[in-house]
């Protein structure tokens, strides 16, 4: 009996030994992999279908009686849409290298440019990842810009609904133009839309909120972007008997040494506004600001507007 003990024993240890092993293989590296770490993560899911929509691709606010620069070089707009661990960033296809635009319209609104754009929509699904970092879906659908467009990319001032001088009466979509499509474009997705918001922000807090600008007694007073523009802009379409969207931002780098394709009209690559004196001004940020608005600085994003009496 005493002789049999330690082998009993050495083989008690072995088989234990053994087992020990093949548990942490199984459990700390097998599937699911149990004892690691583990994170929701938003992953692309089905393609739902590819829709022509009416889209903007650039939008800049244009006080009443203002003159509106802008100039842009090829790839300066673009669209990012995002869902959780999803980022896509989307240039739509631009007509020429460069453009440059000088508005001297007397009416208020938007400058805007559009033409037909293909988005395709996706669903979106959370997944079960190994490891630490991730983010679940922030929402069901994810649309990604194609590149190709179509119709004579219609450009001008959309007027305001009512008030010439406040941009919180200014539209949130543009209707499709057919007089600006080519002949040959095929028809807009019925019922497809984009929301911008481009308007003035009353109630912003932090660098958000709204600064005065007293322009009564001068003749007039100047702004110039020379950052990040960045529009919230939700693209909606019809499917399923219902409408899905997808949320996202349509941005602009603007840069005052000059674009992609080398200085452009004026020696620039961004945006100015020649604002009329004899008012005081409220400047409010168009989505997501760095820095507050200083009128006496280059602009930290695009700006919204309400002009209110001396």
């Not at 190709?148 to 949130?172: F, K, Y």
Request: charge should be negative; hydrophobic fraction near 35%.
């Amino acid at each position: 009996m005493n002789r049999r003990q330690p082998r009993e024993r050495l083989k008690f240890i072995t088989v234990a030994t053994a087992v020990a092993v093949g548990i942490v293989i199984l459990v700390g590296f097998g599937p699911p992999g149990l004892l690691l770490s583990r994170a929701t993560a938003c992953e692309l899911g089905a393609k739902v279908g590819t829709f022509i929509v009416w889209t903007p691709e650039i939008l800049l606010n244009k006080p009443a009686g203002a003159i509106v620069t802008q100039s842009n070089a090829l790839g300066d707009w673009n669209y990012t849409m995002s869902s959780g661990s999803l980022t896509f960033g989307t240039l739509p296809t631009p007509r020429v290298d460069s453009a440059f635009q000088e508005d001297f319209n007397a009416t208020g609104g938007f400058l805007g440019e559009f033409s037909d754009l293909n988005w395709t929509f996706y669903r979106t699904t959370n997944q079960t990842v190994v490891g630490s970092s991730g983010a679940p879906c922030t929402q069901p659908f994810l649309a990604i810009a194609g590149t190709s467009w179509c119709g004579g990319g219609g450009s001008g001032i959309v007027p305001l609904t009512s008030n010439g001088s406040n941009d919180s009466q200014e539209p949130h979509v543009e209707e499709n133009l057919s007089e600006l499509r080519g002949s040959a474009c095929p028809q807009e997705t019925p019922g497809s839309f984009v929301w911008f918001d481009t308007s003035y922000q009353a109630n912003g807090t932090g660098t958000d909120r709204p600064v005065e600008w007293d322009l009564c007694n001068q003749s007039n007073g100047t702004l110039q972007l020379a950052g990040p523009a960045q529009i919230p802009i939700n693209v909606t379409v019809p499917f399923g008997g219902h409408d899905i969207s997808s949320r996202g931002f349509l941005s602009w780098q603007g840069s005052v040494s000059g674009g992609s394709v080398g200085p452009l009209p004026g020696g620039f690559d961004s945006a100015t506004w020649l604002i009329p004196g004899g008012s005081k001004w409220s400047l409010s940020p168009v989505g997501p600001a760095a820095f507050s608005i200083d009128p006496n600085a280059p602009l930290p994003g695009l700006v919204a507007f309400e002009e209110r009496a001396c």
